[in-house]
């Protein structure tokens, strides 16, 4: 059974020929020394649809600027369904570009080319760690409730006991002491030098 080319609800009016391309994203590695050259299978690129056809009249061409436009400017995949993509999958597109011209060989002829891209729906983004699920572990862990806000923690009461640190200066004291007892007389030394470059 034959099916009518279709993009969302929209029916493509007279339809003269329809295309589909598929390929492969192969990643070529040479090898010094090989002959040829290593090649890497990277999956299939978007399947590819090319729709041109023919419209008669200012008001059909009006009609249908306005469905592509539409469809064309909003960027949202819209279902396809048509015979040359039955085993393909192939389920929604993007409008990725369409052509009309007008030519003066007969009269009120537009002709048109459409060009569709096979879309994939993308990955859900991977969790940051953070909002929601940030207290979900420290919450089990560490028995609080993190729901509260963070700023209800007591961070030094979850230390436990940390020993006394003391003033971390005074084994060094005597020491200092002793070295500015020795530099004291040492302005003695230089005033017969001043006395000189005065």
Do not use: C, H
């Not at 560490?142 to 030094?156: F, R």
């Amino acid at each position: 059974m034959l099916v009518r080319p279709m993009v969302g609800r929209w029916e493509l009016p007279r339809i003269e020929a329809i295309a589909s391309r598929e390929s492969r994203r192969l990643a070529l590695l040479p090898v010094p020394g090989l002959s040829g050259s290593l090649q890497q299978d990277l999956g299939r690129d978007a399947l590819e649809v090319e729709i041109s056809g023919s419209l008669y009249g200012d008001e059909a061409r009006d009609a249908f600027l306005k469905e592509l436009r539409t469809a064309f400017l909003a960027g949202d995949p819209v279902d396809f369904v048509a015979d040359i993509v039955n085993e393909s999958e192939l389920e929604q597109v993007l409008i990725v570009g369409f052509a009309l011209e007008e030519t003066a060989a007969i009269a009120d002829e537009f002709r048109y080319r459409l060009l569709l891209r096979e879309y994939t729906e993308p990955p859900e983004p991977p969790a940051t760690g953070l909002a929601d699920d940030f207290g979900l572990d420290v919450d089990a862990d560490l028995g609080l409730d993190v729901d509260l806000g963070l700023d209800l923690l007591d961070i030094a009461g979850l230390l436990g006991d940390v020993p006394e640190i003391g003033d971390l200066l005074a084994p060094i004291q005597p020491a200092a002491q002793g070295l500015k007892d020795a530099l004291a007389g040492a302005g003695d030394l230089l005033s017969p030098l001043a006395s000189i470059f005065d």
